[in-house]
């Protein structure tokens, strides 16, 4: 993606590239040639154009970025030694670049860099140096702002550079800064065309591409029909068609495709033959029917890209962007939604469908709506990129079924949400499929809801669970300010309502005080009153008004609706309307919410339309948004903190290397390797030996345990570790399985060992097969478990967990992606349900967290180091008042995994 939002290739360059090269020459300007060859050089000889397109592709190396099947950029290194000299071996490469005069100050040039340099790397190459005349200020500029540590030096009139070509923070923040203008920027040209055409418009009117003509009677700009079959001067809804795209007279920003899937591939040449910036496509018959509508899928999106052009879809609903300059709504939608604060995305036409409507029917408008079905290209990603640029989208709200990119999408969104609430629904959270048609990584599909979670939670992304809830959060959070706390004050006209109110904000972690009853009987004063008492109370941080119709308050006068929309005003208290707007107006004023919950009262609630104020027709949803809004206001202010605040703690101890030379060892055995060919796996279980090892290289001591297939054994084992001691079963289907009997504790001497070695036996079918083991006994404590697990698309997971039940049977466990600081350990322990049994519940002593919270922060290290560590096991830690004991763990090891997140950018080629 190119720094206007163009798209292109970046391919090498091949032997059967010369009349592609000699073309590409011929359009550079004299200035930019000399600044190549650093002398006039108008044209290139035979043994040139042999030269820049033959290349081993090891020690020389050249690509290209390709747009409409013609070079608009070269670059290439060759190898050379200390001395400057061409060579098979040295570390440092000659880089050089040329861009077309009509392509620079797109990007092109940065993007090349980065490919370049992963190339280079992935051979063997250390350092890029480059010559430049000091009069070519635009190509200085691409190497000082890349990021990479640099050294430049000046003689004989040239600028001499030189970089180290390892990623650094800098480079890595530079590439995604890019990354971020680009993709925004070409979201914006989707948005903003200056003119659109409409392929596929059938003289049916009941037709899709009929219907999308229609869509676009507001657009600004010309508006085109193209029909392949209809007689010449024929109009369809005002607008003149043309045969083919290639006929209209002027350019054409952007098509929406509504022709039968077999036709596709010639109009999407045609758009590319023309110019065109984007295509909507809302044809069917792609991905979502099985492998060979992938196949067409994959075909349409390099199809687009190699002329430059995005794709919505395919499979799409459309885009809607209700900016007043240019509206467009290149939909399905039958009418321009409202203008307001909401950007919308979904996956779903249904489902866009039904967002629309209920951000009608609520009175919400939205600021631009994307539907991008299949979603073979632009992307989730790709608009919260642009949202984040867009002045006028305050909130962000998203139906999901599937990630392309889940590492993305946590980085972009974390962001994001930094400035701008982002509201989600998840579908598929139970049953895991995905919608037939999804492009997605592999990994990806096979997200865990708690991983999903996990995302979320340290992205900042407020997730709900329905459509409702979605409308629900998203206007309290785009209507009123963020709460300072979780402390509510409940005003109002109805006990009852307002019980249930304060047992709804109980039961949703916030702390409501007494409930206000004015009575039924209240006025309009009252509340005003009330309202403006518990606003002023600096022990308040939000409060929730609750109004029923008062006794003997007549409403509108007889003959009907009297707001519009359906809106029965009637129902309705034109005085406690009054009342809530001024203290609307005063809420504001102190940084506090105010919102409504109402029986019978549609009219009040339209009237607060007004002021901003939200109102619910159920005190579960007043409640349920309001502590949505809290947890994200504690996220904003605890992630504020932690850019200042949290870091990743340096521990004594740590022997990174030693760690991965026993992992290179144990990848290299004959068991690691023969499991590279089974289907699904290469992971490999270390031995429990190499398992401690491994831990104890990053100052993780797992208590040894010793064998005791016999009495004789067992106490031999008792009399080394000393006692007392445990005795306990390892056989893979009796671990961490106490409840089966396999476990004796307190075993103080010879006698009792003996006795209990002889009862496992007897119970468990075997002293061998259970695989009984002697472990010194640890100090009592909290039984805890800790894991950490690589997940191919989402990253590395660490989890915590109270052993037993709780994380088995309830699912009680917290996770936060790796790296994890010392504030991501902290809260880990304290997010579970069980964490009061940490801290002193029921009078227990409290266990020793600092250790607890220290362990975590050495896998997490662990883990981050060696990527090939596949999941890591603690089982169980047992957490006393002082210190702690690691009795069990397991250790997974696999071939290094491919990270896509941190070479050069690219665009998605599922």
Not at 83 to 104: M, N
Not at 234 to 254: E, K, Q
Not at 548 to 557: E, F, Y
Not at 752 to 781: K, T, Y
């Amino acid at each position: 993606m190119l720094r206007d939002g163009g798209a292109a290739r970046i391919r090498p360059i091949t032997a059967g590239d010369a009349e592609r090269l000699v073309e590409f020459y011929e359009q550079v300007s004299d200035q930019s040639k000399y600044f190549r060859f650093f002398a006039p050089y108008p044209r290139l000889s035979d043994r040139d154009v042999r030269h820049f397109t033959h290349h081993d592709y090891v020690n020389r190396v050249g690509l290209a970025v390709v747009v409409r099947d013609r070079f608009i950029a070269t670059v290439r290194y060759d190898r050379i030694d200390e001395h400057g000299r061409p060579s098979e071996t040295g570390t440092d490469a000659e880089v050089a670049f040329l861009v077309q005069d009509a392509h620079q100050g797109r990007g092109v040039a940065s993007a090349l860099l980065e490919h370049i340099a992963a190339v280079a790397q992935e051979r063997g190459i250390r350092r890029f140096t480059a010559e430049v005349l000091p009069e070519n200020r635009k190509m200085v500029k691409v190497f000082t702002d890349a990021g990479y540590t640099q050294r430049r030096s000046f003689a004989d009139g040239v600028v001499h550079l030189e970089f180290d070509l390892e990623p650094t923070a800098a480079s890595l923040a530079v590439m995604r800064a890019r990354e971020h203008r680009a993709e925004a920027r070409s979201v914006q040209r989707l948005l903003t065309p200056r003119s659109v055409a409409v392929v596929g418009v059938s003289r049916n009117p009941q037709s899709v591409g009929r219907g999308l003509l229609r869509s676009l009677a507001g657009f600004p700009g010309p508006v085109y029909a193209v029909n392949r079959t209809a007689p010449v001067g024929t109009v369809l809804d005002g607008v003149a068609t043309h045969r083919s795209l290639l006929d209209i007279p002027g350019p054409v920003d952007l098509a929406v495709i509504a022709v039968p899937e077999p036709a596709v591939p010639a109009a999407v040449a045609d758009c590319g033959a023309h110019g065109v910036q984007g295509l909507v496509v809302v044809t069917a018959g792609y991905a979502e029917t099985g492998p060979d509508g992938r196949d067409r899928q994959r075909a349409l999106v390099r199809q687009a890209r190699a002329a430059g052009m995005r794709v919505v879809g395919p499979n799409a609903f459309g885009l809607v962007s209700t900016d007043p300059q240019r509206p467009l709504n290149a939909s399905l939608a039958p009418g321009l939604p409202e203008r307001g604060p909401f950007g919308v995305f979904c996956q779903s036409g249904a489902i866009g469908v039904a967002l629309l409507e209920a951000a009608h029917r609520r009175g919400l408008g939205v600021s631009s709506f994307a539907s991008v079905g299949n979603r073979a290209d632009v992307s989730g990603n790709d608009l919260l990129q642009y949202w984040e640029e867009d002045g006028a989208t305050e909130v962000v709200l998203m139906y999901m079924e599937s990630f392309g990119n889940p590492r993305k999408f946590t980085r972009i969104a974390r962001r994001l949400a930094a400035a701008k609430p982002v509201v989600v629904v998840k579908g598929a959270r139970h049953t895991g499929s995905l919608p037939p048609g999804h492009a997605v990584q592999p990994a990806a599909g096979r997200l865990r809801d708690a991983t999903v979670d996990a995302l979320f939670r340290q992205a900042g992304v407020v997730r709900v669970e329905t459509i409702t809830e979605l409308f629900d959060t998203g206007e309290l959070l785009a209507r009123q300010p963020l709460p300072a706390g979780d402390r509510v004050a409940v005003v109002g006209n109805s006990d009852s309502l307002g019980l249930l109110t304060h047992d709804a904000c109980l039961s949703s972690g916030l702390r409501p005080r007494t409930p206000v009853d004015l009575t039924t009987a209240a006025t309009g004063e009252n509340f005003r009153i009330a309202l403006g008492v518990a606003l002023a109370d600096p022990a308040v941080d939000a409060v929730i008004a609750v109004a029923i119709p008062s006794i003997g308050v007549q409403g509108a006068p007889e003959g009907g609706p009297a707001g519009g929309d359906g809106v029965d005003l009637r129902e309705d208290d034109p005085e406690i309307a009054a009342a809530l707007l001024d203290a609307g107006e005063r809420a504001r004023e102190l940084g506090k919410p105010l919102l409504l919950t109402h029986l019978a009262l549609g009219g009040l609630a339209h009237r607060l339309r007004a002021g901003r104020i939200p109102a619910y027709p159920a005190p579960e949803r007043a409640v349920h948004a309001l502590a949505d809004a809290v947890r994200y206001a504690d996220w904003r202010r605890e992630s504020a903190e932690a850019e200042r605040t949290a870091r990743v703690p340096e521990f004594d101890g740590i022997e990174e290397g030693r760690a991965r030379s026993l992992v290179e060892a144990a990848l290299n055995t004959r068991q690691a390797v023969a499991a590279r060919t089974q289907p699904g796996g290469a992971r490999v279980t270390l031995p429990d030996g190499e398992a401690a090892t491994l831990l104890g290289c990053y100052g993780i001591r797992v208590r040894p345990t010793l064998p005791a297939p016999d009495e004789e054994s067992a106490v031999r084992a008792a009399a080394e570790l000393g006692y007392p001691v445990a005795l306990k079963a390892t056989a893979e289907h009796l671990r961490h399985r106490p409840d089966l009997g396999s476990v004796r504790l307190d075993l103080t001497g010879e006698e009792g060992l003996r006795r209990a070695h002889r009862e496992l036996d007897a119970l468990l079918g075997g002293a061998a097969q259970a695989r009984l083991v002697v472990q010194q006994l640890a100090p009592r404590g909290v039984d805890t478990v800790i894991g950490a697990t690589v997940d191919p698309a989402a990253g590395t997971i660490l989890s915590f967990g109270l052993a037993g039940a709780p994380a088995e049977l309830l699912g009680d466990l917290a996770h936060r992606l790796v790296p994890a600081t010392d504030q991501d350990a902290a809260a880990l322990i304290r997010e579970v349900r069980a964490a009061p049994l940490l801290f002193g519940w029921r009078g227990a002593d409290p266990v020793d967290t600092g250790a607890l919270e220290e362990l975590l922060l050495r896998v997490s290290r662990l883990v981050d180091d060696l990527p090939e560590v596949a999941a890591v096991d603690l089982e169980p830690v047992v957490v006393a008042p002082h210190g702690l004991a690691v009795l069990g763990a397991q250790v997974r090891i696999a071939p290094l995994p491919v990270r896509t997140d941190l070479g050069p950018r690219v665009m998605s080629s599922l």
